[in-house]
């Protein structure tokens, strides 16, 4: 069992930088890929980035390329994600997930194993 909580969220203008992350229980967080979604009001919740179990690979969306980065640090079992540029697209409740497997998986947010409760990020115009 992993329990997942984030924090890091608030209220930002276009164009500044906020850093989340997201703390995990238990003993094994090294053996779970970890990634965060995100879902604007309305709207589905969407991939945004995975990182691999040891930190040496990462995935990210189309949309945050170059402006978002995953990092972990297994010794903290912590989990950042690192905003940069912010637009006001990018509003939305920010959760991170964990799962044992990095792959296709992390596409399909009903087929991870585990969430947090999430942190809200608005950027303001």
């Known amino acids: 069992q992993v329990q997942l909580v984030e924090s890091g969220g608030g209220l930002v203008q276009a164009g500044g930088s906020l850093r989340l992350s997201c703390a995990a229980s238990?003993?094994?967080?090294?053996?779970?890929?970890m990634g965060w979604f995100r879902q604007a009001p309305g709207k589905e919740r969407e991939f945004v980035a995975v990182i691999s179990w040891s930190g040496g690979s990462t995935y990210y969306a189309d949309s945050v390329k170059g402006r978002i980065t995953i990092s972990r640090d297994n010794a903290k079992n912590t989990v950042y994600l690192q905003m940069n540029s912010l637009k006001p697209e990018d509003t939305a409740v920010y959760y991170c997930?964990?799962?044992?497997?990095?792959?296709?998986?992390?596409?399909?947010?009903?087929?991870?194993?585990?969430w947090g409760k999430g942190t809200l990020v608005t950027v303001s115009s």
């Open positions: 997930a964990a799962d044992p497997l990095y792959g296709s998986n992390w596409y399909r947010a009903g087929d991870l194993d585990y």
């Open positions: 238990g003993r094994t967080f090294s053996s779970y890929a």
